[in-house]
């Protein structure tokens, strides 16, 4: 049995894609996870499966929620070890004055290499930066989020990747709660 942590896009946003987290919580345990737990209602889904393999974990989710719900809903799943690379290799972090409450992290489907931030061509949203680690891409916007071009939509379209964005708390938050699990 695995814990594995599926990070739900776009659900509960402004009105679209709207699901309840206690029945998609009972919807994942019918399916056969277990121990299933949710975080906040941007759709931060903690669950223990027999699956090994974190894609296929993924897809199960993405057609249970199809299936009861009607939404196509993009799902990257990852795994503690994601979690933590965040806090070891987010180079950001390392600046003197750090603000947090401006770094983001953009979870992908499948590992990029390091000249795919090329890709992205970040130069045209300067003073906002970012940097890729494998699955994920550490952002820091200059003035925020929501003032922007450099988000999920881009970053799905340039690197062809599902991806989902979560703030540096949730990412901290999600980590001390995978620590506590078990």
């Known amino acids: 049995m695995k814990t594995h942590l599926a990070l739900l896009r776009g659900i509960n946003v402004s009105g679209h894609n709207m699901i309840k987290m206690d029945a998609l919580k009972t919807v994942l345990e019918n399916a056969g996870f277990q121990n299933v737990q949710t975080y906040i209602q941007s759709g931060n889904v903690f669950i223990d499966a027999d699956e090994e393999n974190s894609a296929s974990v993924g897809f199960k989710i993405k057609q249970e929620i ?4 009607g939404h196509e809903v993009p799902v990257v799943v990852i795994a503690k070890e994601d979690l933590e690379a965040c806090l070891k290799n987010n180079q950001f972090l390392k600046e003197k004055d ?15 290499q390091g000249s795919a931030i090329n890709d992205l061509k970040i130069s045209q949203f300067k ?16 003035v925020g989020a929501g ?12 690197l ?3 991806a989902t964005v979560r703030n540096w708390n949730t990412v901290t938050t999600l980590l001390n709660m995978f620590q506590e699990l078990k």
């Open 66 to 69: 199809f299936k009861e719900f």
């Open 98 to 112: 750090c603000d947090t409450k401006k770094l983001y992290v953009a979870f992908l489907s499948k590992e990029m």
């Open 127 to 142: 003073p906002d930066e970012a940097a890729i680690d494998k699955s994920r891409i550490y952002i820091k916007y200059a």
């Open 147 to 158: 003032k922007t071009r450099l988000d999920q939509k881009y970053i799905e379209k340039k």
């Open 160 to 162: 062809n990747v599902v």
